[in-house]
């Protein structure tokens, strides 16, 4: 039997299922569908793209032309909502708490304000 080298997807091992589908019952009765929003915060630079594995002929070396530098870094957030794309929010470098504040307070809470007239409106 042979062993194969494969990618490790990890898993939460503080992610607890019950606790989470107990708050997830208590919110629901709560607050509305439209007031839940959801951020994401990813980040990138240059080399966010360089493989990691990668094939060639047996007894010869992969190789994989890539930057080998120290890009500008990027952080992005994003905010959704079950009914829709909110914003995005860009920044050049980390993000910290008062640029996240920035981002929630007058992108998000505004426009959620603005989207939750629009759906009671509709619905």
Request: with cysteine.
């Amino acid at each position: 039997m042979g062993y194969t080298n494969k990618h490790v997807t990890n898993t939460a091992i503080e992610r607890n299922e019950e606790a989470r589908a107990l708050w997830w019952s208590e919110a629901r009765g709560i607050v509305m569908n439209v007031q839940l929003v959801f951020t994401d915060q990813l980040y990138f630079y240059d080399c966010t793209g360089a493989r990691k594995y990668g094939y060639s002929l047996q007894g010869e070396e992969c190789f994989v032309p890539s930057p080998f530098c120290r890009g500008e870094r990027f952080t992005a957030n994003l905010a959704l909502s079950i009914h829709c794309f909110i914003s995005l929010y860009i920044v050049e470098g980390s993000m910290n708490a008062a640029r996240f504040h920035d981002f929630i307070v007058p992108e998000v809470a505004v426009l959620l304000s603005l989207l939750s007239n629009h759906v009671s409106d509709h619905f």
